[in-house]
């Protein structure tokens, strides 16, 4: 059950950069051709809540990027995190590129 | 029967051979590089006489099998005074292939300088002189010999950095459409066969020739799989015909692996602008194609044509290493300048890689400012007309860096870095370091470690990166021999069954019993044998490093350093 439906506090947000077919989410387009959504962010959230909160399945997305490490959806997330997003379309990285960062806990 | 063709520039004499029994299941770099090893003096000067450039299809290129027109190039670097070899897509392959031709080899030197062209077809093979073709650039010199010789001419040449025997000259293929953008690039062999007084090799199209089948059900059986396989994994089937390459670009910005005005950062602010979704949004809009295939039977289908705001064609390809070079690497957010760079390098025949990293050299030493694409387009042009700024910059990126005194220089052996920053992707770095050819992301791309069961690590502390770097440059090398394009390792990584049908459409072809094990087994056999002549001409473990100043400049966002031991990438020779 995620924070707000609980009651928690809503710290700030997630700058979420989104690819790909992703790219319709966006609430903001910069200058620069990038496509960001800043989504609220609770305490003790995870890359999977910042995901839901978007409306967005797990096997919708190929690669997930938490400031700029190759990540995991259990990893932890706080405000003011950048947050990459790539649609499934935009599957193209060979397994051994980089380390997965799993997060803390619970797979 | 399948042949060997041997040019002798010297006294213009053209032969055909019989293939030795040693180069009989040979093909691609395999065969080019075992050629080498064979015939050249690993000490001689990589432009005199003594050189020789080996030009071989790979071993089932012409066949059916899917995404299969890889045709190596090879000789002793100018750039880099290794072995080399560069391979590309386009068309010569194929029909060379479909002649019979296993491999042509030019050796020795005209007394004069003039140019020539070697002529192939079904009846044998002669040179004639180049005459109004020579100094002229790629796209006229491709409308001119197709006019010549037919639509469907396959067309292997250099332009004027070629016949300059500018060190960044690379040897441009033509495509279905007649485009010179099919570039055997890296390594400067551009210059070699410019320094054999070799404009083009015109490969005559002929219908109904086709490559010769040991067996053709095993091939059939091992066709449908690799097929099925490539039509079915996700980026073969879906991110690279929608995005190109260049889907690349938001990935690895992401990852703050993107090497950003030269290499002084990992994130480039305008990657949005450069990628495979912003041409993928604006290209078909002017009347551009994406999904296109650089040569028949292509399944890929990763390539493109892009075009103009005002709809007129500009350049085909845009490669993810080309808008990197040309566009992050130089910071440069203007796919219209991007664009015309490549064009500029297409048509001029130099490689986009080094021609970034020698752009953004040139800019740190304040001959542009970074990022402006129009200034850049200036200097670019300057290597064409041969002025003494345009020799140096064609010249590639060391030799830049040199003339300017410029310390952050992202080369290795020579040879300019690609697109991915080596303090953020260790293991890319091992490959850059350890290669034979030099800096080269190709040379190790990857390989399944579950199934070629090999270990490995991210860990940069974690020795077993060696075995890994080892494995992938093992199976590349196996990949580059069979004509194959390397991006089929995304199918054959992660689908068993699409290792097996590759394995199987070149048994089909060669009548050989090869198991997938042979794949690493034959692959480190090569390899080994291209360390040997780079061994002989003078390179020892010293040389597999990357430039000091990765060491000790903090690269952000992740403000990485280079960290791998030398250690651990001497261990990569440990075969």
């Given at each position: 059950?995620?924070?707000?439906?609980?009651?928690?506090?809503?710290?700030?947000?997630?700058?979420?950069?989104?690819?790909?077919?992703?790219?319709?989410?966006?609430?903001?387009?910069?200058?620069?051709?990038?496509?960001?959504?800043?989504?609220?962010?609770?305490?003790?959230?995870?890359?999977?809540?910042?995901?839901?909160?978007?409306?967005?399945?797990?096997?919708?997305?190929?690669?997930?990027?938490?400031?700029?490490?190759?990540?995991?959806?259990?990893?932890?997330?706080?405000?003011?995190?950048?947050?990459?997003?790539?649609?499934?379309?935009?599957?193209?990285?060979?397994?051994?590129?980089?380390?997965?960062?799993?997060?803390?806990?619970?797979? | 029967?399948?042949?060997?063709?041997?040019?002798?520039?010297?006294?213009?004499?053209?032969?055909?051979?019989?293939?030795?029994?040693?180069?009989?299941?040979?093909?691609?770099?395999?065969?080019?590089?075992?050629?080498?090893?064979?015939?050249?003096?690993?000490?001689?000067?990589?432009?005199?006489?003594?050189?020789?450039?080996?030009?071989?299809?790979?071993?089932i290129?012409?066949?059916?099998a899917p995404s299969s027109g890889r045709?190596?190039?090879?000789?002793?670097?100018?750039?880099?005074?290794?072995?080399?070899?560069?391979?590309?897509g386009?068309?010569?392959?194929?029909?060379?292939?479909?002649?019979?031709?296993?491999?042509?080899?030019?050796?020795?030197?005209?007394?004069?300088?003039?140019?020539?062209?070697?002529?192939?077809?079904?009846?044998?093979?002669?040179?004639?002189?180049?005459?109004?073709?020579?100094?002229?650039?790629?796209?006229?010199?491709?409308?001119?010999?197709?006019?010549?010789?037919?639509?469907?001419?396959?067309?292997?040449?250099?332009?004027?950095?070629?016949?300059?025997?500018?060190?960044?000259?690379?040897?441009?293929?033509?495509?279905?459409?007649?485009?010179?953008?099919?570039?055997?690039?890296?390594?400067?062999?551009?210059?070699?066969?410019?320094?054999?007084?070799?404009?083009?090799?015109?490969?005559?199209?002929?219908?109904?020739?086709?490559?010769?089948?040991?067996?053709?059900?095993?091939?059939?059986?091992?066709?449908?799989?690799l097929v099925?396989?490539l039509?079915?994994?996700?980026?073969t089937?879906?991110?690279l015909?929608?995005?190109?390459?260049?889907?690349?670009?938001?990935?690895?910005?992401?990852?703050?692996?993107?090497?950003?005005?030269?290499?002084?950062?990992?994130?480039?602010?305008?990657?949005?602008?450069?990628?495979?979704?912003?041409?993928?949004?604006?290209?078909?809009?002017?009347?551009?194609?994406?999904?296109?295939p650089c040569h028949?039977g292509c399944v890929i289908k990763c390539?493109?044509?892009?075009?103009?705001?005002?709809?007129?064609?500009?350049?085909?390809?845009?490669?993810?290493?080309?808008?990197?070079?040309?566009?992050?690497?130089?910071?440069?957010?203007?796919?219209?300048?991007?664009?015309?760079?490549?064009?500029?390098?297409?048509?001029?025949?130099?490689?986009?890689?080094?021609?970034?990293?020698?752009?953004?050299?040139?800019?740190?030493?304040?001959?542009?400012?970074?990022?402006?694409?129009?200034?850049?387009?200036?200097?670019?042009?300057?290597?064409?007309?041969?002025?003494?700024?345009?020799?140096?910059?064609?010249?590639?990126?060391?030799?830049?860096?040199?003339?300017?005194?410029?310390?952050?220089?992202?080369?290795?052996?020579?040879?300019?870095?690609?697109?991915?920053?080596?303090?953020?992707?260790?293991?890319?770095?091992?490959?850059?370091?350890?290669?034979?050819?030099?800096?080269?992301?190709?040379?190790?791309?990857?390989?399944?470690?579950?199934?070629?069961?090999?270990?490995?690590?991210?860990?940069?502390?974690?020795?077993?990166?060696?075995?890994?770097?080892?494995?992938?440059?093992?199976?590349?090398?196996?990949?580059?021999?069979?004509g194959y394009c390397l991006f089929v390792?995304?199918a054959?990584?992660?689908?068993?069954?699409?290792?097996?049908?590759l394995?199987?459409?070149?048994?089909?072809?060669?009548?050989?019993?090869?198991?997938?094990?042979?794949?690493?087994?034959?692959?480190?056999?090569?390899?080994?044998?291209?360390?040997?002549?780079?061994?002989?001409?003078?390179?020892?473990?010293?040389?597999?490093?990357?430039?000091?100043?990765?060491?000790?400049?903090?690269?952000?966002?992740?403000?990485?350093?280079?960290?791998?031991?030398?250690?651990?990438?001497?261990?990569?020779?440990?075969?």
């Amino acid at each position: 059950m995620s924070k707000e439906e609980t009651g928690g506090q809503q710290q700030g947000h997630i700058n979420v950069y989104l690819y790909g077919k992703l790219r319709g989410l966006a609430t903001h387009r910069t200058s620069q051709g990038e496509h960001i959504a800043y989504v609220p962010c609770w305490e003790g959230d995870r890359i999977r809540d910042i995901v839901a909160r978007l409306n967005l399945k797990p096997d919708e997305l190929s690669h997930l990027f938490l400031n700029g490490v190759y990540s995991g959806p259990a990893c932890r997330v706080k405000p003011g995190d950048r947050l990459g997003l790539f649609a499934k379309d935009m599957h193209l990285l060979y397994r051994q590129y980089f380390p997965v960062d799993q997060g803390d806990e619970d797979q | 029967m399948a042949k060997i063709v041997r040019v002798n520039m010297s006294d213009r004499s053209v032969k055909t051979e019989e293939v030795p029994e040693k180069y009989r299941f040979l093909g691609g770099r395999a065969l080019t590089s075992s050629i080498l090893v064979d015939e050249v003096d690993p000490t001689c000067h990589p432009l005199g006489p003594n050189n020789k450039l080996v030009i071989a299809p790979g071993m089932i290129t012409g066949t059916t099998a899917p995404s299969s027109g890889r045709l190596s190039v090879g000789g002793k670097s100018p750039l880099t005074g290794t072995i080399k070899e560069a391979n590309a897509g386009g068309i010569p392959g194929q029909l060379l292939g479909r002649l019979g031709i296993k491999a042509i080899i030019v050796e020795g030197q005209p007394r004069d300088k003039e140019f020539y062209i070697l002529k192939i077809d079904s009846t044998g093979a002669q040179l004639l002189p180049a005459g109004e073709i020579t100094g002229k650039g790629m796209y006229e010199t491709n409308a001119f010999l197709w006019k010549k010789y037919g639509v469907g001419t396959g067309i292997i040449g250099i332009g004027p950095a070629g016949e300059m025997k500018l060190l960044n000259a690379g040897v441009s293929c033509n495509d279905s459409e007649n485009s010179p953008g099919r570039y055997a690039g890296r390594g400067g062999l551009g210059a070699v066969m410019g320094s054999k007084g070799l404009k083009a090799v015109v490969v005559i199209s002929e219908k109904g020739l086709q490559v010769p089948l040991a067996d053709k059900e095993l091939f059939e059986r091992g066709r449908k799989k690799l097929v099925e396989a490539l039509l079915k994994h996700p980026v073969t089937s879906q991110t690279l015909p929608t995005y190109g390459t260049a889907a690349l670009v938001n990935v690895l910005n992401e990852a703050g692996a993107l090497p950003t005005r030269n290499f002084s950062a990992g994130r480039f602010e305008g990657a949005a602008k450069t990628g495979g979704e912003a041409m993928a949004e604006i290209n078909p809009q002017r009347g551009g194609t994406m999904s296109h295939p650089c040569h028949p039977g292509c399944v890929i289908k990763c390539s493109n044509i892009y075009h103009r705001p005002d709809g007129s064609h500009h350049v085909a390809p845009i490669e993810y290493e080309s808008t990197w070079a040309l566009g992050a690497n130089c910071g440069i957010d203007n796919l219209d300048d991007i664009a015309e760079l490549n064009r500029i390098c297409n048509d001029v025949g130099l490689d986009t890689i080094e021609a970034g990293g020698t752009l953004a050299v040139a800019m740190e030493a304040g001959l542009a400012r970074f990022g402006d694409g129009k200034k850049a387009i200036e200097l670019l042009n300057e290597v064409g007309k041969g002025t003494a700024l345009g020799r140096i910059l064609g010249n590639g990126t060391e030799y830049t860096a040199k003339a300017f005194g410029i310390t952050r220089c992202p080369t290795v052996k020579g040879q300019s870095m690609p697109a991915y920053e080596p303090r953020v992707i260790k293991g890319i770095g091992v490959t850059y370091a350890t290669t034979p050819m030099g800096a080269d992301h190709t040379a190790g791309y990857t390989i399944a470690t579950e199934v070629l069961k090999v270990g490995g690590e991210a860990d940069p502390s974690d020795v077993n990166k060696a075995d890994l770097a080892r494995a992938f440059q093992a199976v590349t090398m196996f990949i580059d021999s069979s004509g194959y394009c390397l991006f089929v390792t995304f199918a054959t990584s992660d689908y068993p069954e699409a290792l097996e049908g590759l394995v199987e459409t070149i048994n089909g072809t060669l009548g050989t019993n090869w198991t997938t094990d042979d794949v690493l087994r034959l692959g480190k056999e090569w390899l080994k044998k291209e360390r040997r002549f780079n061994e002989a001409a003078g390179f020892t473990n010293k040389d597999d490093r990357l430039p000091e100043f990765m060491k000790y400049e903090k690269l952000p966002p992740h403000n990485a350093v280079w960290n791998v031991s030398d250690e651990i990438l001497d261990a990569v020779h440990n075969y």
